[in-house]
């Protein structure tokens, strides 16, 4: 029964007590070590993220930037330098897919590691700490909102809506950066509340109303100045706002400074706020 | 990290010794007796919004050495959750020293877990992955390389008996299979000490007899298990020395054996009589026992002889309508420790 010499050798050396190291793993490979697990998720749920997150994005294109586009017939001075509807629309359309992926992604499957497959806590009985698993699954949510973005700029190159070819690249890295901003305060917002029916307030308090008064279909000086003033303080407007001049090539850069710097801000803070309410939770 | 420095066992020599090579850095209970955990004065406390402050552990001193299987025995809320919670450092203690494998875990959380198996209460599978990945994505947690973690996660399906069900979706597993993969997992690391949270409730006696082979062979492989049950039968059958636990503290200590010895009689006479007769009867009857306890439905006499009650009880012109006499089981000592009153 017993094994060989070698094991034994492991024995005694593993057992010996009052090792000086911690064992923490960096953040890095902390994050790493659930790669597999992450892939064999993505396996076994991309066929059905392909409708979400590619196909009504596109629906959306098509209805409002096309159709509904082809009833607005205005100069482009009103639609903040855009040669037509359409060309203004599609990057407010990606800015905002940029959220809604991200808060999709880190609603119900935050719920879902906590409350319903638990895997939260079988992963961490393991080195894995609670920081590791948060950031592991922040990952594949910016793995998420690059590929459903990513996608939607390409599809959207044809139909001429942009006005430079690096200008979607920057623009691609503005949408990451908009949708993170938006997924770490989910994340911390669905590890702290005890019931999905929580994401029903996210739903209709936040992701409607920003969705459509946030700049994605007209621009928001319609809104008039105590509006405009409101929009202006929405992260997904200074989203909208820099990827839409990255797209139309009309890059004011003290402004584009701004945007960047606020949607820094929220993903850094939010970021420590997802941190800190998972590993609360998680010690309860 | 001290955890992996061991993959290194032959190819040749780990196919002969399949079984053992599950957990290989074995150990019997060797006479330094080195303690895996050690705990003094332990407490945990913490707020509920139901019940408000909760004292669960009020200050137990715990020793467990390699290679034994230690026993937590308590009802419901006796702290032995919470005590296996701060054993599997992912709780912080509020309070006394707590050592596992020499490491503090406040300090070392991470190396601890890194060689730890833990077969929590309720099932953490993963669902909707199927029976092999469960294992693979586990032991890659641990940064087990690929290829060791796919023959490991076979080893243990063979060992487990889930082989035919590697492809199989959890959810469309048994309860008796999913704990069975529960406890593969758990030794996925190949674990210094496992640790079972009530490994076998819910579960029914066929299953929980392959279970417990299971374990006791890990046990006979050197693995330090340390088990909470609130079932007698699997305590008796599994743990060298156990404490009993109640509200917080330490009842008793000691192998299934000795705490019979110590807080029972060797034998128990169970009477039956008319109903309604007990109370009366139980005085009749007070001294031909250690100790007499009257139930609704029957009279317990604690005696070293049993046989000898009987027949005393028929001297005395008793006419019980039923009797037993059996050996004095751990189930008598834990009620005469924790009580016969419901918990919750």
Known sequence: MVSTGSTHQGISTSSTVGSGDSGRLSPLTGALRQYDYWLTVYKRTWKGSIITSFVSPLFYVLAMGVLLGGFVHVSPARLEGAPSYLAFIVPGLIAAQAMQTAVFETTYPVMGALKWHKSFYAQLATPLESRDLANAFLLFTLFRVAATCGVYFVVMAPFGVFESWWGPIAAWFATMLVGMAFAVWTFAFSAHVRTEASFGLIFRLGLIPLFLFSGSFFPISNLGPVGETIAKLTPLWHGVNLTRMLCLDTVDWSTATINTVVLTVVLVVGWYVALRTLARRLAQ | ?344
């Open chain 2, 1 to 344: 990290m001290p955890s992996f420095h061991d993959d290194t066992v032959e190819p040749a020599a780990k196919r002969i010794v399949a079984v053992s090579v599950l957990v290989h850095r074995v150990g019997r209970v060797d006479e330094s007796g080195d303690a895996m955990i050690s705990a003094r004065g332990l407490r945990k406390s913490f707020e509920s919004k139901s019940r408000g402050a909760v004292e669960a552990v009020k200050g137990i001193d715990i020793d467990v050495r390699r290679g034994e299987a230690f026993g937590f025995l308590g009802p419901n809320g006796a702290g032995k959750s919470s005590t296996m919670r701060m054993i599997a450092a992912v709780s912080p203690t509020s309070g006394g020293e707590l050592s596992i494998l020499g490491m503090d875990p406040a300090q070392h959380g991470p190396a601890i877990r890194a060689r730890l198996g833990v077969c929590p209460q309720e099932d953490t599978l993963d669902n909707e992955l199927n029976v092999f990945d469960n294992l693979y994505i586990y032991g890659r947690y641990f940064g087990i390389p690929r290829r060791e973690v796919h023959e490991r996660a076979e080893e243990l399906l063979e060992f487990v008996q889930l082989t035919e069900k590697r492809t199989a979706k959890v959810e469309d597993l048994s309860g008796g299979m999913k704990r069975r993969l529960t406890i593969a997992r758990s030794l996925i690391n190949r674990p210094d000490i496992l640790l079972l949270d009530e490994p076998t409730t819910g579960l029914d006696p066929q299953a929980r007899h392959v279970l417990w082979d299971r374990l006791f062979r890990l046990k006979q492989q050197g693995v330090t298990l340390v088990i909470t049950t609130h079932y007698m039968d699997e305590a008796e059958q599994l743990c060298d020395r156990l404490v009993v636990m109640d509200r917080g503290v330490i009842a008793a200590e000691g192998s299934p054996l000795q705490l019979i010895r110590e807080h029972s009689t060797r034998e128990v006479a169970e009477l039956r009589f008319p109903v309604g007769d007990h109370e009366a009867t139980a005085e009749k009857i007070s001294d031909l026992g250690s100790r007499v306890e009257v139930l609704p439905d029957r009279i317990l006499v604690y005696s070293d002889d049993g046989e000898q009650v009987l027949e005393e009880v028929h001297d005395r012109g008793l006419r019980p309508i039923a009797t037993l006499v059996r050996r004095s089981t751990l189930e008598d000592v834990f009620l005469r420790l924790t009580g016969r009153t419901l918990v919750d």
